[in-house]
Every structure is written in C-alpha cells, then in structure tokens.
C-alpha cells in the first residue's frame, strides 16, 4: 500500500476546494443565463402578404369557348416576365385573382419556391393563393357562399380560405373576387351588378363573425371591386360585423397612373396590431401603358406583418 506524503494533502484539499468552487461558479451562471432568457421578449416573425390580380391568366388558346370574345391569352414571354415581378415581389403568401388555376400559376410561382392552393370552382377566373415553401397551411373548404349566382352560365367566384400554422401563431385567410360593375354606387336600388355584390355580403359578414366568434387572427384580401372610403356601404357593413384594418385606406394606388384602390387587405381580430407601420407598398410594372393588356390592369398590393412565435 503507497500512502501521500502528509504534506500533499494540503494541496489536494484546495484542489478540491478550487474545483467546487468553479463548478458552483458554472451552476449559478446558468441560472443567470437562463433567468435572463425567460426575461427577453418573445420573438417575432415577419410575414409578407400581398393580393394580385393577374386579369385572364390561363393557359388556353384564343378564341377557347371558355374565354370571353377579346380575352387575348398571355403569351410565354408575358409569363416569363410577370415571373420576374413576382420573384421580385418575393411575397410569403399572394392571394390570386383570375388565374385559371395551378397550371398558369405555377408559371409564374415557380413550384420550387411555392406551393399552390385553389378554389375548386369550375370557372377559368379562379381564386387561389401562392404560398412559399416551408410555411404550414392548412387549406378549408372553399367559401361556396359567395358564388351567389351558383348554377348560372356566368356564375362567380367561390372564396379561398387557408389557415397558416407559424411557430405558435395562427393566421386564417380568405382570398376574394368580388362582383365587378358596382364601384361606388349605393348596393341597393342601382341594377343587378350592386344587387349581386349586395348579395354577396352575408357570406363576408358570416365568415368574419366566425373567426370573431373562435378569436382567431385573420385577413381578407382580394380584388373587392369597390373603391371604398369612410362611408362606402360595403365596408361599413364589414366593419359592423367585427372591427377591421383596412391597409389601403386614406390611400391611392399608383398603378397604371393612378387611381382609387379596388384591391384590398383586411386585418382582423389580433392581426389588426400585427402590421408592419408603414409598410403597405404597391409594386408597380416598369413598360409603359402598351403593356397593360400584356401584364395585368391590376398591380400587387402587399403589407408586412409581425407575427408574435
């Protein structure tokens, strides 16, 4: 048996000493690390939501008996270009407007940065949205309501409804094309045109008084055809069912020279705190007026939002 000499053990024992007193020292730093962590404030995630309409995007011929006498299809170089516009739109979520479903949209959002979500309506003027990959979304059943004319020869749009799931967060969204042909005249008493958007209005109404109902945050986005201000019916009506942010009010849009918004996005229930100041924008298309017909007589509208995790 070898025994230490008694005069190591001294240095033993503060051996022992000094290493207790580094691992207590590494104990009450971690507590400190982790208190400071519960105390920082919860992170948020950017997200960017914008409405476009892209006026008779369909892979179709000219002169197809679905499309109406006039309708010049996009050509391949007209998809490739309006591609370009929306890479550089680099949106998380577009809610869409007259695209003849995934096919033509996906020449656009290509399938690698986005997946694509589309009402089930047998009509070339579909609503859908283009979402980036790596967002979760779950897509509801369309909201046949709004097809008031269901049945007719030129019957309308159905509503795309889709839940994003977002590090915590929930965000439900409704992608709209509204009746065209009553812009500012009063719903009731001004022809069939105001009389079907009238119509429409209960299917809006009720589909918001849900989402109140479950307290979830959510938009409605879309082209309303209808420019609205504070005392246009329609959004008074919306705004009677629960309290909204509309992000284009008080505003003009500049697209093809400017005018009066009829392209919209809603902020409902939480997500009404949720955007971003300041940070509506309108992309607007750099070839002059001959290229309307080319692109689209409607510019994407966007807003960024701040979701809580």
Same mark, same amino acid.
């Not at 995934?102 to 309506?121: H, N, W």
């Given at each position: 048996m070898t025994f230490l000499p008694l005069r190591s053990l001294p240095f033993l024992w503060l051996l022992f000493l000094w290493l207790l007193f580094l691992w207590l020292l590494f104990l009450w730093l971690l507590f400190?690390?982790?208190?400071?962590?519960?105390?920082?404030? %919860?992170?948020?995630?950017? #997200? $960017?939501?914008?409405?476009? +309409?892209?006026?008779?995007?369909? #892979?179709? &011929?000219? *002169?197809?008996?679905? #499309?109406?006498e006039g309708v010049i299809p996009k050509h391949a170089e007209d998809r490739a270009l309006l591609q370009r516009y929306a890479l550089a739109l680099n949106a998380d979520i577009?809610?869409?407007?007259?695209?003849?479903? &995934?096919?033509?949209? !996906?020449?656009?959002?290509? &399938?690698?940065?986005?997946?694509?979500?589309?009402?089930?309506? +047998?009509? %070339?003027?579909?609503?859908?949205?283009?979402? $980036?990959?790596?967002?979760?979304? =779950?897509q509801n059943p369309d909201l046949v309501s709004l097809d008031v004319l269901r049945g007719a020869r030129h019957s309308l749009r159905s509503g795309a409804d889709i839940t994003l799931k977002l590090d915590g967060s929930i965000l439900r969204l409704l992608g709209v094309h509204l009746k065209s042909g009553c812009q500012q005249a009063p719903l009731s008493g001004s022809g069939r045109t105001c009389d079907t958007l009238h119509r429409q209005l209960p299917a809006l109404?009720?589909?918001? !008084?849900?989402?109140?109902?479950? *307290? %979830?945050?959510?938009? %409605?986005?879309?082209?309303?055809?209808?420019?609205?201000? @504070?005392?246009?019916?329609?959004?008074? @009506?919306?705004?009677?069912?629960?309290?909204?942010?509309?992000?284009?009010?008080?505003?003009?849009? &500049?697209?093809?020279?400017?005018? @009066?918004?009829?392209?919209?996005?809603?902020?409902?229930?939480?997500?009404?705190?949720?955007?971003?100041?300041?940070?509506?924008?309108?992309? =607007?298309?750099?070839? *002059?007026?001959?290229? $309307?017909?080319? #692109?689209?007589?409607?510019?994407?509208?966007?807003?960024r939002l701040t979701l809580p995790e």
């Open positions: 400190l690390w982790l208190l400071l962590l519960a105390s920082v404030p %919860v992170a948020a995630r950017d #997200l $960017k939501i914008a409405t476009w +309409n892209m006026e008779w995007l369909t #892979l179709r &011929p000219a *002169g197809d008996p679905e #499309l109406p577009v809610a869409l407007e007259e695209v003849d479903g &995934p096919g033509p949209a !996906a020449e656009i959002f290509p &399938p690698d940065r986005y997946r694509l979500f589309f009402t089930q309506d +047998n009509v %070339v003027q579909r609503v859908g949205f283009a979402v $980036k990959r790596g967002l979760t979304i =779950i109404q009720g589909w918001i !008084a849900q989402r109140r109902e479950e *307290g %979830v945050p959510f938009v %409605v986005l879309g082209d309303f055809n209808r420019r609205m201000d @504070a005392h246009d019916e329609l959004e008074t @009506a919306l705004a009677q069912t629960a309290p909204l942010l509309r992000v284009t009010e008080g505003q003009a849009t &500049p697209c093809w020279g400017g005018n @009066a918004f009829i392209d919209h996005i809603f902020l409902g229930g939480a997500a009404r705190g949720w955007m971003a100041p300041q940070s509506m924008r309108v992309m =607007i298309y750099r070839e *002059g007026p001959e290229a $309307k017909e080319r #692109l689209s007589d409607h510019c994407p509208v966007s807003v």
